[in-house]
């Protein structure tokens, strides 16, 4: 069993000029994205933010001693003309994908330092809010203010958009992700409901209506096994649905104690799928479940002085980040004890 999340530490923390929106690991659980509602992205070295905090406590933590080779913050990108609002690496090459209000989806090359500016673009018709790329890493899914979801294939850029008008969601889409198997992906929406599509045919196979209750659903990610989505809503409710019976299996529930949200924010696993975190909107302490009874555990206080809008944990490691309206994101991690 992994270490619950009350165990784990702020290590690092990084700023930007504005509200921080969005947060994305890399496959390897190597790097980290930011971005924020200034418009600007920032990558960071995780292996650089963990041994910094090691410097603090032996007392090296001078920025002096810190050179441009060390620093935690690997590229800051500037190219777009508003709120960035979903973040994306490359399963397999130095490749950003970033979405925005601007109407863009930009992709950078940030293995050169040089370039700070996006190498291509795509011109959206609409805002865009979420974007995955497939797990090979040749399509791309996209969501906005459109009730349409859009794939797009990488390469040609060409759109594909589901032929059948009854498939398609009636409010703006909130997220999209793919299944690891790669045969599926999930789609949620302001319209309430949960959708699953095949891959392939680019069809809705199965459709969860009111999914949680009528109110919005912020979020729905696919567990390792393909098996399962959790998704979260605005009625403060995380809920696990077994796609085989089409049912929710387990609502964790105990969040809001104060009832409806009012921003969107998203649930996560954690990386062994032993836990189920989400960010309170009032205390913005973070919930945790036991991923398998819904058993509470203990809150973690985030340490934000606004709400928290995005949490994303490591694909491979104790270790998430936090990204809060303060303009902040914090990198909290699990340092290892001697007994582990």
Same mark, same amino acid.
């Given at each position: ?41 920032? @990558? ?5 933010? @963990? ?8 007392? +090296? ?60 673009? @795509? ?53 999209? +992700? ?46 390792? +096994? ?43 696993? +954690? ?35 606004? @709400? ?33």
């Amino acid at each position: 069993m992994a270490p619950e999340v009350s165990a784990y530490e702020t290590v690092y923390i990084t700023a930007h000029k504005g509200p921080c929106r969005t947060a994305v690991f890399d496959k390897a659980g190597d790097y980290v994205a930011t971005a924020s509602e200034d418009a600007s992205i920032k @990558i960071l070295n995780v292996e650089r933010m @963990i041994a910094k905090s090691k410097d603090d406590l032996m007392g +090296n933590s001078s920025d002096k001693m810190v050179g441009m080779e060390q620093h935690p913050v690997v590229r800051t990108l500037y190219d777009h003309a508003a709120e960035v609002t979903s973040l994306d690496f490359h399963p397999f090459h130095s490749l950003i994908a970033s979405g925005s209000k601007d109407f863009t989806i930009k992709f950078f090359e940030f293995a050169k330092p040089s370039i700070k500016k996006a190498t291509k673009f @795509i011109q959206e018709a609409a805002e865009v809010r979420c974007l995955k790329y497939h797990p090979s890493g040749d399509y791309l899914l996209v969501g906005t203010q459109h009730p349409a979801v859009r794939l797009y294939d990488a390469n040609t850029f060409q759109c594909f958009v589901t032929s059948n008008e009854k498939d398609h969601h009636i409010g703006p889409i909130t997220a999209v +992700n793919w299944c690891p198997n790669a045969n599926m992906y999930v789609t949620s929406s302001k319209d309430g409901d949960l959708k699953i599509w095949d891959g392939v045919s680019n069809k809705c196979v199965l459709s969860f209506q009111k999914a949680h209750d009528g109110h919005e659903v912020c979020s729905a990610v696919f567990s390792k +096994n393909s098996k399962y989505v959790l998704s979260s809503g605005k009625d403060s409710i995380v809920k696990l649905w077994e796609l085989n019976s089409s049912r929710c299996l387990i609502a964790y529930t105990g969040a809001g104690t104060t009832g409806k949200m009012e921003h969107r924010t998203n649930a996560a696993f +954690n990386h062994t799928e032993d836990y189920v975190l989400f960010p309170d909107e009032k205390t913005t302490s973070l919930c945790c479940w036991d991923a398998r009874n819904a058993d509470r555990q203990r809150l973690l206080s985030l340490g934000h002085n606004s @709400i928290v809008k995005c949490l994303v944990h490591s694909p491979k490691e104790t270790a998430f980040i936090s990204c809060s309206d303060d303009f902040r994101a914090r990198f909290w991690y699990k340092k290892p004890s001697l007994t582990d």
